[in-house]
Every structure is written in C-alpha cells, then in structure tokens.
C-alpha cells in the first residue's frame, strides 16, 4: 500500500497563502503522476493541479495564476503552494498519487487522507 502523510492546511484570511506538502512512500511501489484534489461540503470532489514525473503540470482553470504546484522525485513529495486565497477556495484538499508495484505495469490511485484549507475571515 502506498502511504501519505501530508501537512500545511489551516485557516488563512482572503487573500493569503498556504503551502500544502505530501509524502508518499510504499515499500516495493513507483510512484507516477501526483497531484492534489478538493472537496467542499455538498460538492463532488475535483481536480487542483497535477503533475507527472517529467514535471509536466495541469491546473483547474480557478486556480491558475494563483496556485503552483512542485514535486521532489527523489522524496515523493508533492507540495500545492497557493497564494491570494479566496473564500471559494476553501475545502478538504486530498494529496494524490498514481502508484504500481515494480513487479507490475497495472497503476492504481491512492488517496491520502485529506488537510483542511478554510480562508475566511
């Protein structure tokens, strides 16, 4: 199993920023693609941003210009930096990962475990 442990959420005032990490790590597994989702309360869960291994990177078009998305191949970790946060913004933000076994070519989605993000005032 792929495991996650992720940090960073909290509350914020409109207009600041957050940094959200996220490690995963599963002894014998090759991570692929990385990315962060977000749910709000009473709506289904979405794309953020991703990106691939050879750093290639895609954005909801409401976060574009405001959220910037990294990774460390060598550690796992995928980080969700946003800034000029809005209310809107606020949701469970999910860290995710793309993950096979090395023994196989079959990828699978794992979830971590969700980080609260509220911007408020």
């Known amino acids: 199993q792929v495991q996650f442990v992720e940090s960073g959420g909290g509350w914020v005032q409109p207009g600041g920023s957050l940094r959200l990490s996220c490690a995963a790590s599963g002894s014998g597994y090759r991570i692929y693609d990385m990315g962060w989702y977000r749910q709000a309360p009473g709506e289904q869960r979405e794309l953020v941003a991703r990106i691939t291994r050879g750093r290639s990177m895609n954005y909801a078009d409401s976060v574009k210009g405001r959220f910037t998305i990294s990774r460390d191949n060598a550690q796992n970790t995928v980080y969700l930096q946003m800034n000029s946060l809005k209310p809107e913004d606020t949701a469970v933000y999910y860290c995710?990962?793309?993950?096979?076994?090395?023994?196989?070519?079959?990828?699978?989605?794992?979830w971590g475990q969700g980080t609260q993000v509220t911007v408020s005032s």
């Open positions: 995710n990962a793309v993950a096979s076994l090395y023994s196989s070519v079959r990828q699978t989605d794992y």
